[in-house]
Nanobody, 123 residues
Framework: QVQLVESGGGLMQAGGSLRLSCAAS????????MGWFRQAPGKEREFVSA????????YYADSVKGRFTISRDNAKNTVYLQMNSLKPEDTAVYYC????????????????WGQGTQVTVSS
């Protein structure tokens, strides 16, 4: 069993930055792929980014590539999402999740989810 708690969301003007954190419980955190997804009102949950267990491999949706950076600290059981150059279309609830299957972009391959944190970007 893994519990995930996201934090760091908020209201930001376009062009600004936010850093999301996801703290995980459980001793096996370092064995999981960690992913970030987002869901805007009226839309399906979509993949944002993922990082493999060691942090050596990272993956990004085209819409955030070059603006967002995912990282993890296995000693702190925490994964981060640094979001720069924010755009109004980044507005969504952001969720972190743990998974062990591929592809990392598919929600069906994640077993545990956090409750989400709201990110709102104003123009």
């Amino acid at each position: 069993q893994v519990q995930l708690v996201e934090s760091g969301g908020g209201l930001m003007q376009a062009g600004g930055s936010l850093r999301l954190s996801c703290a995980a419980s459980g001793r096996t955190f370092s064995t999981y792929t960690m992913g970030w997804f987002r869901q805007a009102p009226g839309k399906e949950r979509e993949f944002v980014s993922a990082i493999n267990w060691s942090g050596a491999n990272t993956y990004y949706a085209d819409s955030v590539k070059g603006r967002f950076t995912i990282s993890r600290d296995n000693a702190k059981n925490t994964v981060y999402l640094q979001m720069n150059s924010l755009k109004p279309e980044d507005t969504a609830v952001y969720y972190c999740a743990t998974g062990t299957r591929w592809p990392v972009s598919a929600t069906r391959n994640y077993d545990y989810w956090g409750q989400g944190t709201q990110v709102t970007v104003s123009s």
